[in-house]
T-cell receptor, first 115, second 116 residues
Framework: GENVEQHPSTLSVQEGDSAVIKCTYS??????FPWYKQELGKRPQLIID?????GEKKDQRIAVTLNKTAKHFSLHITETQPEDSAVYFC??????????????FGAGTTVTVRA | GAVVSQHPSWVICKSGTSVKIECRSL??????MFWYRQFPKQSLMLMAT?????????EQGVEKDKFLINHASLTLSTLTVTSAHPEDSSFYIC????????????FGPGTRLLVL
């Protein structure tokens, strides 16, 4: 099955600086890579996703890059704000009906933005 | 749109009792629902995949007789933790995938279970 590794496990940044979280995956057939943000005790919320036919995607202060050859993808948050403090999870999936579009999650990164 | 609810949001029960958790897609029909378990400061671990009208598919190591899943309609899936024990205490989260939609999963708010 798919194995997703995520680094770092914790990340502390000064407000206004950038944050980068990196993930690697094992199954070269995976073709869908979402990122979720989870605040303490709350549900994971999708913040951005990328599919394997695209190398980069941006949404305001958030961007994701994908390197299929190296099997890794990264989340970039620019101009960080205190409300960006949360746990971030990357995930990977082979989007096929045969496997129900299951997601494999990374271990998570706790991001703390210092004011 | 794409709102998923869970009930109850938290439950405390005695060891040996059974607990039922409901997951509903409020404004869409969900072909597939997923059940996850999340221990403190850990990632989401997929327990099972539930397709409407068919038996759930359980991940390796998850006891199907202990975690009963029923997906009776396109908007409702239930997870019953039978004969709960303290080690079953966790945060249980469901997610739903849109019928004939994309691969995006929408998560419920979670149910915190504490077994005494």
């Amino acid at each position: 099955g798919e194995n997703v590794e995520q680094h770092p496990s914790t990340l502390s940044v000064q407000e206004g600086d950038s944050a980068v979280i990196k993930c690697t995956y094992s199954d070269s057939a995976s073709n869908y890579f979402p990122w979720y943000k989870q605040e303490l005790g709350k549900r994971p919320q999708l913040i951005i996703d990328i599919r394997s036919n695209v190398g980069e995607k941006k949404d305001q202060r958030i961007a994701v890059t994908l390197n299929k050859t190296a099997k890794h993808f990264s989340l970039h948050i620019t101009e960080t704000q205190p409300e960006d403090s949360a746990v971030y999870f990357c995930a990977a999936s082979l989007t096929a009906l045969s496997n129900d579009y299951k997601l494999s999650f990374g271990a998570g990164t706790t991001v703390t933005v210092r004011a | 749109g794409a709102v998923v609810s869970q009930h109850p949001s938290w439950v405390i029960c005695k060891s040996g009792t059974s607990v039922k958790i409901e997951c509903r897609s409020l404004d869409f029909q969900a072909t597939t629902m997923f059940w996850y378990r999340q221990f403190p400061k850990q990632s989401l671990m997929l327990m099972a995949t539930s397709n409407e009208g068919s038996k759930a598919t359980y991940e390796q190591g998850v006891e199907k007789d202990k975690f009963l899943i029923n997906h009776a309609s396109l908007t409702l899936s239930t997870l019953t933790v039978t004969s709960a024990h303290p080690e079953d205490s966790s945060f249980y989260i469901c997610s739903a995938r849109l019928l004939a939609g994309t691969e995006t999963q929408y998560f419920g708010p979670g149910t915190r279970l504490l077994v005494l």
